[in-house]
Every structure is written in structure tokens, then in C-alpha cells.
């Protein structure tokens, strides 16, 4: 597994990085382009988050990237491999950009919640699900993001949280949380705490 952290050179006129920065469809178009080719044994699991304000790409990979392959779009990439260990009840702050939605008529649908309590209600079952428990969660902003491959809401959590479940909590690392993770959600970034 790796990690990277792209930064993106936007001084120069590159007319796909900026639709690709406000469109996620493209994005994960452009970040597939630094994997292998389905021919090559494709891309395995990638998960990325893009941060607004900095304009930079941080990717959870089951391959290792070329970043190189994006030309000129690329200011600088850091590419390193990414083997965490954790254990149980260790503290950690997190952030990360979800999709919460619950499935409606019979599972085939997907609907967004957009009532704060049931925001938070929906990440407190993930992380349930995924082997830590919340404490202290925040919402740090939410929108909507229409690409043609449909409409997705994404609301940015923060906070702290405790590990209960070491091996579901790494599965969660590794492979991201709820849906919409080609689009951007997903990728739980955790940090010690000072």
C-alpha cells in the first residue's frame, strides 16, 4: 500500500487540471492515469481526498503511482509506502470527506442526509462498523457535487476518535468508508495527537 501527496501547479493554463479540480468524475479520471493500465493489472483500490484550499491530492493506493504521468500538472509528488500499525485504544485525530447516504426502495437507491444529526448519527455507525468510536466529531463543511455520473453530497468531519477494533479499524484505513470513493469520499485521515 502507498501514500502520496500531490501538488498541483495551477500558475500554468492547464484547462483538464482545472476541470479536473471542480469536477470529481474528472478527477478520478486524472488520478487513474497514474496507475497501471487494465492490461498492466489495472489500478487496484486507489482512495484520495483533494484539500480546497491548497489544491492538493492526498491518495491511498493498493499500487504504486507514476506521478510523472500527469506532465506539467504536477508541481511536486511525494510517494512513499504506507504499512500503519495501530492498537487498540489508541486515541487519534481524524478528518475525513464522506458520502453519507442510507439506501431506500429495497437498497437501490441511494439517498443523501442532509440533517446534521443525522450526519453525525450516520458516521457514528460507520465508525461502529469499521472498529472505532467517535468522540468529540465536527462537521467542518458540506455541498453537493454534480458530475455526470450523478449528484453527491460530501460533508467534512473532524474530530477525534478511539480504536476498538485494531484489524477492522486498518481494513477502514486501507479501503476507505461509505460510498462515492472514486469521487473523493472516503479516505480517513488520521493523525496522532500532540
Not at 486507489?46 to 493498493?62: A, G, M, N, P, Q
Request: hydrophobic letters at 40%; glycine letters at 8%; proline letters at 3%.
Amino acid at each position: 500500500m502507498y501514500i502520496s501527496k500531490v501538488e498541483f501547479d495551477i500558475t500554468k493554463r492547464n484547462m483538464h487540471l482545472f476541470m479536473a479540480i471542480s469536477d470529481t468524475y474528472r478527477m478520478h479520471k486524472l488520478i487513474s492515469k497514474a496507475f497501471p493500465d487494465k492490461k498492466d493489472g489495472g489500478c487496484g483500490k486507489i482512495l484520495h481526498r483533494l484539500e480546497d484550499r491548497t489544491i492538493t491530492l492526498f491518495v491511498v493506493s493498493e499500487k504504486k503511482p507514476d506521478w510523472t504521468k500527469l506532465g506539467y500538472a504536477v508541481k511536486d509528488a511525494q510517494c512513499k509506502e504506507f504499512d500503519p500499525v495501530f492498537r487498540q485504544g489508541e486515541v487519534l485525530k481524524f478528518k475525513i470527506r464522506a458520502n453519507p447516504v442510507i439506501r431506500s426502495n429495497g437498497g437501490r437507491k441511494r439517498e443523501g442526509l442532509f440533517n446534521v444529526d443525522e450526519q453525525i448519527n450516520w458516521l457514528m455507525r460507520q465508525a461502529k462498523r469499521c472498529g472505532f468510536e467517535i468522540e468529540a466529531p465536527r462537521i467542518n463543511s458540506s455541498r453537493m457535487n454534480k458530475t455526470k455520473k450523478g449528484t453527491h453530497l460530501f460533508v467534512d468531519f473532524m474530530g477525534f476518535l478511539k480504536i476498538i477494533d485494531v484489524e477492522k479499524f486498518t481494513k477502514a484505513i486501507r479501503e476507505g468508508i461509505g460510498s462515492a470513493k472514486p469521487f473523493g469520499a472516503g479516505l480517513l485521515c488520521v493523525s496522532k495527537v500532540a
